[in-house]
Structure formats: structure tokens, C-alpha cells
């Protein structure tokens, strides 16, 4: 069996974008455009020369957070949201949100923009899943907006944000679903899991059969800092799961992790080999972009 691999995600940063950000003290300052762009330009020529079909521009203006960039900067979020503990023991939080109603700040199509100057292939722009940003929501609710209200803003949000990036023409989408979110860790009862699948169905259920063939959806244990939040689960567990999801591709991390012969249905099924090194600003330690080599985790 032969299962199609494409780039996703995050790939490291040059070092001199790393420095010249934490000088600058604000990832978004104008004086560092020529450096992404750089970076961008660079990411997209290695990708190129591999021969693939699809590339990406390795999420090189996401710069504080791959999971909730669209969201950064919200006056209406707090930081003590849903916590996240990878291996090595460090965690790391989501935004929480504080009142409504729900809006993105920023769409990804917008990285399209940059990227598609440079690329002659086609483009595939990696952007969270409803079912990820869903943890935003309290617990405890928010007086004046439902959970309700807010899945109706989520999703449009979502919808507005897939749309934008498959209007740029050579752009394919690709939702983020994390496997610890749905893990046992959390939820074992697997209620958690399939409320995310449920969800996510019903943003893909907003685009016709044919558009769907250009949205995939990507799974992985989650890279941060040299470690991970979930690698200790079993793609046998998660599989038959994600093939509940209306998308037109499933991708899953490279071939550490093999898919089992109990799956009939591998039509959908891709693997990716770069499905995130380096997707926070912060991460100076994981893979360097040019040695290969992972520095570990954080102290």
C-alpha cells in the first residue's frame, strides 16, 4: 500500500529571525517583514527542490502561537485557559474566553498572500479545527453567551477562514486536530472525542463535496520544545475516529506510526513528514532549520 506524503506545519526558524523578534520585542513590527519574507522565500525553495506537489510556507509569520494565532491579541481572552503537558513536563496554555461574541483577529489566508509570490506549486495553508479552538470555552460558561452562541461563532468563523484560503486558487486547507485534547488523558470515556469529531463535521458540512476534496485534516503528537503531548496515544485508537470525518484527506505524522490492517478504508489516508517542529516563537530549542538535529526541551 502506498500512502501519498506532503508537507504540513511548522518547519524552525532561521536564527536571525529568532533574534532579531525577541530584539524587537513585538513579533508583528513592520521592520521585520524583509526577514519573514526571507524565511518564507527560503521554506518554500526547499520544499520545492524536494520534488513534492504540495508545499508550505512552514508557518514562518505564525510566530507566537500555531493553535491560536487568529485569536492573538483579543482584548476578551485571558491566558490561563485549557492546559496542555507534554513529556518532558512543561505545559503550555490556551487562551480563555473571557466574553462574547467570538471573532478571529486574523485569517491564515493572509500568510497565503506572501507565500503564493513565491511558490509554483500549490500551497497548503495549515489552520486550526473548530474542535481545537472549542477549548476556549470555560467550564463554567459565560454569563450573556451560550456554548451555543459560541459554536455559532466558531464555526463561521472557521467556514470564513477556509473559504478565504481556497479562494486564492492553488491553496488547499488543512485543519489541525490534536490527538491529547481527545486523548485519554482527559476524557477516557471518548464522549470528549467525539464531540470534537461532531463539531468538526459540522464546519465541513458548510462546503460542498467539491471543495471538500481540498480540505484535509491533519493529526500529530503535538511538537514542543524537543517533546510531545501525545505520542504515547495509539493511532489504532484514533484512526477509526478520524474516518468519521467528512474531510477529503486525513494526514498523520511521518512513518514512525504505521496505519493497522483492521482499516479497510485507506483511500484518504496521507502521511506527513513535517507536521510541526517549531510552532511557537518562543521554541528556540527545537530542530535547527539548517543541522537536523533536535537541542531538547526547555529547562
Not at 524536494?50 to 485569536?71: A, L, M
Not at 498572500?113 to 472549542?134: E, G, T
Not at 486523548?183 to 471538500?212: M, V, Y
Request: hydrophobic share 30%.
Amino acid at each position: 500500500m502506498t500512502i501519498p506524503t506532503e508537507p504540513i506545519g511548522s518547519i524552525p526558524r532561521p536564527l536571525g529571525l529568532i533574534e532579531a523578534v525577541t530584539a524587537s520585542g513585538d513579533d508583528e513590527d513592520p521592520k521585520l517583514n524583509a526577514l519573514y519574507d526571507a524565511a518564507i522565500r527560503d521554506t518554500i525553495a526547499r520544499f520545492e527542490a524536494t520534488g513534492s506537489p504540495v508545499i508550505s510556507d512552514g508557518e514562518q509569520r505564525k510566530y507566537h502561537n500555531f493553535w491560536t494565532y487568529s485569536v492573538q491579541g483579543f482584548a476578551n481572552t485571558a491566558p490561563d485557559g485549557f492546559k496542555i503537558p507534554f513529556a518532558t513536563g512543561h505545559t503550555r496554555r490556551m487562551h480563555r474566553l473571557t466574553s462574547g461574541p467570538f471573532r478571529y483577529k486574523r485569517y491564515a489566508d493572509q500568510y497565503l498572500d506572501v507565500a503564493m509570490r513565491y511558490a509554483r506549486v500549490a500551497v497548503k495553508q495549515a489552520v486550526i479545527s473548530p474542535s481545537a479552538l472549542s477549548l476556549m470555552y470555560p467550564d463554567q460558561g459565560i454569563p450573556g453567551y451560550s456554548r451555543e452562541e459560541f459554536n455559532n461563532d466558531l464555526l463561521s468563523e472557521h467556514e470564513t477562514e477556509i473559504r478565504r484560503c481556497l479562494a486564492k486558487g492553488r491553496a488547499q486547507g488543512a485543519n489541525r486536530f490534536h490527538r491529547r485534547p481527545a486523548g485519554d488523558q482527559i476524557d477516557p470515556s471518548g464522549n470528549l472525542l467525539q464531540s470534537f469529531i461532531d463539531l468538526n463535521n459540522l464546519a465541513l458540512a458548510r462546503f460542498s463535496a467539491e471543495d471538500r476534496k481540498r480540505i484535509g485534516v491533519h493529526t500529530c503528537p503535538g511538537a514542543d520544545c524537543g517533546s510531545t503531548h501525545s505520542a504515547d496515544i495509539d493511532y489504532a485508537e484514533l484512526l477509526p475516529s478520524l474516518f468519521e470525518l467528512q474531510a477529503g484527506n486525513l494526514h498523520r505524522l511521518d512513518g514512525r506510526e504505521r496505519p493497522r490492517p483492521c482499516f479497510e478504508d485507506h483511500s484518504r489516508l496521507h502521511q506527513t513528514g513535517s507536521a510541526g517542529f517549531s510552532r511557537r516563537g518562543c521554541d528556540h530549542r527545537s530542530t535547527h532549520r539548517d543541522s537536523g538535529r533536535s537541542s531538547g526541551p526547555d529547562p
